[in-house]
């Protein structure tokens, strides 16, 4: 069982150690803080920690893509994978978007990311199959399903 919550300063050493990313702890820290804000662009944004026997295991965001429909962006680190915590990790944000009053969850899920295409298959998210090329051009394939 997880549970979700927000990030703190306090997470910086962790999510530095566990994330390999090449951020300096200030650098985390200030990334935190504008989580806090819990907006990114003029749009409701937040960034959760997703938490296993009291530790870090992962992130998730939900992110508006207009009033009615969400993003909802996991990312289980590699030591937690394969353990089902992505698929939890999910439920969690979405029923929280879903007291949010979000209606849809929308996911653009890259053609190479295999884990979180049959992700989204197992939870019920529907795709046309029609491949896409997101602003960074990746090949991309879109997933929606409805709250």
């Not at 150690?17 to 504008?34: C, G, H, P, R, Y």
């Not at 939900?62 to 992505?86: A, H, N, T, W």
């Not at 996911?107 to 939870?123: E, G, T, V, W, Y």
Request: hydrophobic share 40%; with cysteine.
């Amino acid at each position: 069982m997880i549970s979700l919550r927000n990030f703190t300063v306090d997470d910086a050493e962790v999510f530095q150690q566990k994330q390999n990313t090449n951020m300096s702890l200030d650098e985390i820290k200030a990334m935190f803080v504008k989580w806090e804000q819990k907006e990114y662009a003029g749009k409701y944004f937040e960034m959760f920690a997703v938490i296993k026997d009291g530790e870090i295991a992962g992130l998730i965001s939900l992110y508006q893509d207009s009033m009615s429909v969400v993003s909802c962006g996991p990312e289980i680190f590699e030591c937690y994978r394969k353990q089902g915590l992505g698929r939890e990790a999910m439920l969690l944000a979405m029923d929280i978007a879903r007291n949010k009053g979000y209606k849809v969850v929308l996911q653009q899920i890259r053609l190479d990311n295999a884990a979180s295409i049959a992700l989204h298959n197992k939870l019920g998210f529907e795709t046309n199959k029609y491949i896409y090329r997101n602003n960074k051009g990746n090949e991309i394939l879109i997933y929606v399903k409805p709250l």
